[in-house]
């Protein structure tokens, strides 16, 4: 059937109306009727070819909140009616080692991402959640808890469950530090998170005047990276430093502030660091630096459920999606508390 949604034709064009074909659910798949979708920074790097592997049209969007429209025949767990989300997944091959361990996301055959990627079923290009609906494997359907705003929790999709995944890795709780580089989608997420499990929170940021919204998101102490003396003041502090920047920086400025065994996560920035980062400052300390990618499907009900059990959502903006563009534009300047969050019901506008 026939589906609206926005979509860039290349690099440099704006996001435009488009109509596109979505298939009738499969036995094993389920159509979803979109209400909201989140603008993740991901969905500006890649309808703006950041990467250099977009392939045009993109219909972007993985932060997504909608009601069952209809099951396939072998579906069980949901019915027409039920409100569910979607992250950036909408299929795997459910067979190899890392999809057993409900690590879709690092599936060896690769996962069938929400937009941008080749759907094994037909061998067309995903489309995403800048759309009126989508089809999606009744596995990568997300339960969501009652009582969460569904606008606030389309966020918890793609911000949530990547902050998430390495908080809960890590097992960050009531004594741990926690640090996150960067006060945006994923970072707002990551302060609300770490508080909620316990841990003493510290947002560093190049930005002065984010301090009073830190603290009301659940940082403890704000550090403006862009300050030498704030930043020695915090040497050898933190368990874990969650690093969401999404352009190349220097990390070594970060490495001094982990405690004996602290590990940074790179979760924002994927390309290569021009300032190489001295071997020293991993190997005094048994220091680590690893990385996050997303999060498995079953990691992400988990996260969904504590969010419902303490009452958490993302800070949004709701736009109508006719300001998907300028929304970007906001975002490439940080301009945004904390997440934009398109209401779908503007395409019939
Ligand atoms: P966002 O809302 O734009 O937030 C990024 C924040 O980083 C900004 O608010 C700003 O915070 C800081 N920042 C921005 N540009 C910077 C620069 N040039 N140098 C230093 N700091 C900068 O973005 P987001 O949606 O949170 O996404 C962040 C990154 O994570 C993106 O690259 C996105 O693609 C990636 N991502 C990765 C995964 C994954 O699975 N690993 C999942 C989702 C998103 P301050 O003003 O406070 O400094
Ligand atoms: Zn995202
Ligand atoms: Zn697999």
Known sequence: MNALGFAAQSATAPLERFVFERRAPEPDEIAIDILYCGVCHTDLHLARNHGGYTTFPIVPGHEIVGRVREVGTDVSRFKSGD??????????????????????????????????????????????????????????????????????????????????????????????????????????????????????????????????????????????????????????????????????????????????????????????????????????GRRAISGSFIGGVPETQQMLDFCGQHGIVSDVEIIPIQQINEAYERMLKSDVKYRFVIDLASLKS
């Open 83 to 284: 409100m569910v989300g979607v992250g950036c997944m909408v299929d795997s091959c459910q067979h190899c080692k890392p999809c057993l361990k409900g690590w879709e996301q690092d599936c060896v055959e690769g996962a069938t991402f929400t937009y941008n990627s080749i759907d094994w079923r037909d061998g067309s290009i995903t489309f995403g959640g800048y759309s009126g609906s989508i089809t999606v494997r009744d596995k990568f359907v997300l339960q969501l808890p009652e009582g969460l705003d569904p606008a606030g929790a389309a966020p918890l999709l793609c911000a949530g469950i990547t902050t998430w995944s390495p908080l809960h890795r890590w097992k960050v709780g009531a004594s741990s530090k926690v640090a996150v580089i960067g006060l945006g989608g994923l970072g707002h997420m990551a302060l609300k998170l770490a508080k909620a499990l316990g841990a003493d929170v510290t947002l560093f940021t190049r930005s002065a005047g984010k301090e009073e919204d830190a603290f009301s998101l659940g940082a403890d102490h704000v550090v403006l990276s862009g300050d030498p003396e704030q930043m020695k003041a915090v040497t050898g502090r933190f368990d874990i430093i969650i690093d969401t920047v999404p352009y190349d920086h220097d990390v070594n400025p970060y490495m001094t502030t982990l405690a004996l065994e602290g590990v940074l996560v790179l979760v924002g920035y994927m390309g290569p660091l021009a300032t190489p980062v001295r071997a020293g400052s991993v190997v005094q």
